[in-house]
């Protein structure tokens, strides 16, 4: 059996179609009486507390539909294989494809498809083809701003921001550092969507006589390949990642001193111009399981605490709706992304049918 589904990428309250193809010389010499395909969705959390292992387990969605039954089709005279179709509606809001595991804890929301050819007999194992399936939230208000936002982005424009003094030992004057994180004012961030944003940091230096312009420190980063990433995703090429962003590095300011002539700070700054665009599961809250993101940006100095960070709350959304839903409450255009499966960034086991170790039936 074949088991092919071209929409890996579903919405929940959306239909899953898809085709099985069968080979009717193998369902006879391995005496296949019919042939079913199952729709399962679930959610498990595993948390070891006090040498003891706390499991949760929810059943998001189970359907069942017959294919084909021995006798009731067969394929054209002179064939050996018939394709036969079938779909399902997933139910309404479902939390969307996840998979995280960490020190005592780990935690999955999966949904497969299985096509089962059933052997009658206690020592006949039925056949089966699986594949996994990418599910998002329905996101109407997502899609409204991934039109806005591919369109350019003409609303209020956030930002989070923090300054810090820093120096280079454990005396001396104080320098200070600034950083400055500005993007669109969105109050969900879509799959898929490349929102555009601007990072300034600026540095004081600490009182210094004029002509020291060569000795400054701190000095910002001058190029994306000094930053680095740990989290989903890069942050507009500052992680390394392919593609620079822009960088404008006005000359640098003298400001003079109020209090002692012939004194003050060295001022220099550094802009980045990029796009941040989201891969990972949508956030969601459910009764055993929540997914929150944060948007942490950091610049280190060197030395002790000579780092500056800001922390930005970012609700993710899918952005995309049913493939089935052509209403809109007004009269902009709807776009409708499905991209292949694994766009949306979850790991290895989570596709792999072979390490479904966590509940299979």
Not at 101 to 123: C, D, K
Not at 135 to 146: A, N, T
Not at 297 to 325: K, R, T, W
Request: aromatic share 10%.
């Amino acid at each position: 059996m074949l088991l092919y589904i071209p929409q890996t990428v579903c919405v929940s309250g959306g239909i899953v179609k898809g085709t099985v193809e069968l080979d009717f010389r193998l369902l006879h010499e391995e005496q296949v009486e019919e042939v079913h395909v199952k729709l399962r969705g679930y959610a498990r959390t595993d948390i070891r507390r006090n040498n003891q292992t706390i499991r949760q387990f929810v059943e998001l969605a189970r359907e069942n539909t017959s294919v084909w039954t021995r006798g009731s089709i067969y394929p054209s005279p002179g064939q050996h294989a018939l394709v036969v179709p079938f779909q399902f509606r997933l139910p309404a809001d479902l939390p969307p494809s996840f998979s995280c595991s960490t020190i005592g804890a780990w935690a999955v929301v999966r949904y497969y498809v299985e096509a089962v050819g059933v052997r009658p007999g206690m020592l006949r194992l039925n056949k089966r083809a699986s594949q996994p399936l990418a599910v998002v939230p329905h996101d109407s208000i997502g899609q409204r701003i991934k039109t806005q936002v591919l369109a350019g982005w003409r609303g209020p424009m956030g930002d989070g921001y923090a300054e810090k003094r820093i120096r280079k030992g454990l005396w001396g004057d104080y320098a200070t550092v600034e950083m400055k994180y500005m993007c669109p004012m969105i109050s969900v961030f879509p799959l898929f969507t490349k929102v555009p944003f601007v990072l300034t940091i600026v540095t004081k230096s600490k009182e210094m006589d004029r002509d020291s312009e060569k000795k400054l420190w701190p000095v910002p980063p001058r190029s994306p390949r000094e930053w680095s990433n740990h989290t989903v995703c890069s942050l507009g090429g500052l992680g390394g990642s392919a593609g620079d962003p822009d960088m404008e590095t006005p000359e640098n300011e003298w400001i003079p001193s109020e209090s002692e002539k012939g004194k003050g700070r060295w001022k220099q700054t550094v802009s980045f111009s990029s796009s941040l665009e989201f891969k990972c599961p949508p956030s969601f809250r459910f009764p055993i399981l929540t997914c929150e993101y944060s948007l942490h940006i950091e610049v280190s100095f060197g030395g002790l605490f000579n780092s500056i960070s800001v922390d930005i709350p970012a609700v993710i959304g899918s952005g995309m709706l049913s493939l089935e839903d052509t209403t809109q409450s007004d009269t902009s255009p709807i776009i409708v992304v499905h991209p292949s499966a694994n766009a949306l960034d979850l790991p290895p086991s989570y596709w792999s049918t072979e390490s479904w170790n966590d509940h299979k039936e």
